[in-house]
C-alpha cells in the first residue's frame, strides 16, 4: 500500500528570536544596538518539516505547542509551508517555547531557552504513534532537545515506527540534562541513519577521530553514521558501505548557523527519499545546509527546490575543477 506522507517530523516546533550581532561585552553597556532582530519558526522538527516541504515532500509534524499566540504562529507557520499539522498538540495551561538565539559575527550561536515551555513538557503522549503507517520515513529531529523523550520512550517510539516498516532518521543535540550514550544506546539499534554534528559525537563518545566515532555508534547497531564537520562537510560511515567524506560547499560565508543541521537533515532525507546514494544524500545535504546560513533565521534561506538545485550545479563544478 503507498504511503501518504513522505517523511513524519517528531520533536520541537517553537519560535527563534535571533540577536545578531552581538559579543561577549554586550552585557557591560546599558544599552547594546543591533543590525537586526527578529522572530522566526524555530525548533527542529517543524525546521526538518518546513524545508522538507518546500523541496517537494510531504511532510507532517509530530509536536506539541501550548494555546497562546506562538503556537497559533506555529500552527499559521505550518499552514503556509504547506505541512500537515493535524498532529500537533494544543495545550491548554502551557506556554509555547520561544528560543531566543545570540549569534556571533562569524554566524556561531548561543540558544536561551525557557524550561517551563512547550520544548520540556512534551511527552511520548503527544506523539499519535497510530499515524505511523502513513509515513514513509520517520524523522526523531533531535534525540535530548525534549528532555522527556527520554531513551525508554524513543525505544517505543521506533519500535512503533518499525511495525509501520518506517526508515527512522534521527538528529541530536548536545544531552540536557547529562545523559549519557548508555541511555540511548537501545533506542540507536533502531537507526538507520544517525545525524550528529562533530561536537555532539565527540562528547557523546569521548572520542574525537571520526573513524573511532563511527564505529562506537556503528556498535550500537544502527545502520549508518552522518557526521555533520561543518564547513568541512560530512563524513559518513555504513555498516556495509565503508566510510567517505563528503566535502562542503566552498566559498560560503556564513550569516547566521541557527537551524543549518535541520537543513542538512532535511536535504539528506530529501535525497534519500529519492533513491540516492550515500555520497549524493550527503552532497545534496551539504549544499541544503549552504543555502541556509546565507539567511538570518533556520527556515529563511531554502525557499524552493530550484534555488538547491542551482546550488548543487554549483557545488559540482566545483567539485570538477
Not at 522572530?39 to 518546500?54: F, K, Q, Y
Request: include cysteine; hydrophobic fraction near 40%; charged fraction near 25%.
Amino acid at each position: 500500500m503507498e504511503k501518504e506522507l513522505d517523511v513524519i517530523c517528531v520533536g520541537a516546533a517553537i519560535v527563534d528570536i535571533p540577536l545578531r550581532p552581538v559579543s561577549r561585552d554586550m552585557f557591560e553597556t546599558e544599552s547594546y544596538p543591533l543590525e537586526q532582530i527578529s522572530m522566526t519558526i524555530g525548533g527542529d522538527a517543524i525546521n526538518e518539516a518546513t524545508i522538507l516541504s518546500r523541496l517537494g515532500k510531504k511532510a507532517a509534524l509530530m509536536s506539541m505547542v501550548g494555546d497562546d499566540a506562538v503556537g497559533r504562529y506555529v500552527i499559521e507557520s505550518c499552514i503556509k509551508n504547506g505541512v500537515d499539522h493535524t498532529s500537533v498538540k494544543v495545550k491548554k495551561g502551557i506556554d509555547t517555547s520561544i528560543n531566543v538565539g545570540l549569534v556571533t559575527e562569524d554566524g556561531e550561536r548561543t540558544f536561551i531557552t525557557n524550561r517551563n515551555g512547550s520544548l520540556w513538557k512534551m511527552t511520548i503522549e503527544d506523539i499519535e504513534l497510530k499515524r505511523f503507517s502513513q509515513g514513509r520515513i520517520l524523522s526523531l529531529a533531535s534525540i535530548f532537545n525534549n528532555p522527556l523523550l527520554d531513551g525508554k520512550a524513543l525505544v517505543h517510539i521506533f519500535k512503533e515506527a518499525k511495525k509501520s516498516k518506517m526508515v527512522i532518521c534521527a538528529d541530536m543535540i548536545k544531552a540536557r540534562l547529562g545523559e549519557t550514550l548508555e541511555d540511548i544506546r537501545e533506542a540507536l539499534s533502531y537507526v538507520d541513519y544517525f545525524l550528529p554534528n562533530y561536537e555532539e559525537a565527540c562528547m557523546l563518545t569521548g572520542k574525537t577521530d571520526l573513524d573511532e566515532i563511527a564505529d562506537v555508534f556503528l556498535a550500537c547497531g544502527l545502520k549508518h553514521v552522518v557526521i555533520k564537520t561543518g564547513k568541512r562537510g560530512c563524513y559518513i560511515k555504513g555498516k556495509e558501505e565503508g566510510a567517505m567524506a563528503v566535502p562542503a560547499v566552498q566559498g560560503i560565508w556564513a550569516l547566521d548557523t541557527i537551524g543549518a543541521g535541520d537543513n542538512f537533515a532535511a536535504g539528506f532525507i530529501a535525497a534519500l527519499l529519492e533513491g540516492k546514494n550515500l555520497r549524493e544524500c550527503g552532497e545534496f545535504a551539504n549544499v541544503t545546509a549552504s543555502v541556509s546560513v546565507q539567511s538570518i533565521g533556520a527556515t529563511t534561506g531554502v525557499v524552493s527546490r530550484q534555488q538547491v538545485e542551482e546550488r548543487l550545479e554549483m557545488y559540482y563544478k566545483q567539485q570538477a575543477e
